[in-house]
């Protein structure tokens, strides 16, 4: 596999529901982040981690909890969410050197939908 | 104001048609600038970096107007599968002082035949 992969690709949860998503990049990239894509607005940063340490948290709420085991693979662990939290969620990495800035490879996503 | 800001259309130009989007930006000491695409309901997708001294790729050129803050997407003889959204993307500031990509809300496409 190339790139960056994401599962599921569809998720319905339940708001007393515990779920996680996975994705793995196969890029040899350093960096790996979470982005949220909510109707009609722009895609919010999440979650950044570099080297495998989360660097930055941008005020998400701790229903929602980052895994980065390794540079190649993230994880978003997910419970007793909010129906506004139904969102396209993505996955993307990047080779990052000093302050950032190198474009952004992304995965397909995980549409969510809390009930 | 937004960080990154774009006319959030659509627009809709027939096929063969020159179309152009632009995009201002808040943060001055930005350094990178990109533009991406996204296909309704797929993720986004690197289309060209922008370069200080403008770059083309085949019928799409981007430019950077430091000074003004703005950059500029042009796509010359669109095609139908030039429908998309297309995302302006800026290096900006976080609250921690550290940089990470910032994205537009997105100029709709709309290309007829």
């Known amino acids: 596999e190339t790139g960056v992969t994401q599962t599921p690709r569809h998720l319905v949860m339940g708001m007393t529901n515990k779920k996680s998503l996975k994705c793995e990049q196969h890029?040899?990239?350093?960096?790996m982040y979470w982005y949220k894509q909510s109707a009609k607005k722009p895609l919010e940063l999440m979650f950044v981690?570099?080297?495998?340490?989360?660097?930055e948290n941008n005020s998400v709420p701790s229903r929602f909890s980052p895994e980065c085991p390794n540079s190649s693979h993230l994880f978003l662990h997910l419970h007793t969410l909010q129906p506004e939290d139904s969102a396209l969620y993505l996955c993307?990495?990047?080779?990052?050197?000093?302050?950032?800035?190198?474009?952004?490879?992304f995965g397909n996503g995980t549409r969510l939908t809390v009930t | 104001r937004k960080e990154v800001e774009q006319d959030p259309g659509p627009f809709n130009v027939p096929e063969g048609a020159t179309v152009a989007f632009n995009c201002t930006y808040s943060?001055?000491?930005?350094?990178?600038f990109f533009w991406y695409r996204q296909d309704c309901r797929k993720e986004p997708k690197l289309l060209m970096s922008?370069?200080?001294s403008g770059n083309e790729d085949g019928r799409f050129t981007a430019q950077l107007n430091r000074a003004s803050q703005y950059i500029s997407l042009l796509i010359r003889d669109s095609k139908l599968s030039d429908s998309a959204t297309y995302l302006c993307?800026?290096?900006?500031?976080?609250?921690?002082?550290?940089?990470?990509?910032?994205f537009g809300s997105g100029t709709r496409l709309q290309v007829q035949p």
């Open positions: 993307a990495s990047s080779q990052v050197g000093g302050q950032g800035g190198s474009p952004l490879h």
């Open positions: 890029l040899g990239h350093n960096a």
């Open positions: 981690y570099n080297f495998k340490e989360q660097t």
């Open positions: 943060n001055s000491a930005s350094q990178s």
């Open positions: 922008v370069y200080s």
């Open positions: 993307v800026v290096n900006g500031n976080l609250d921690t002082g550290r940089r990470a990509l910032t």
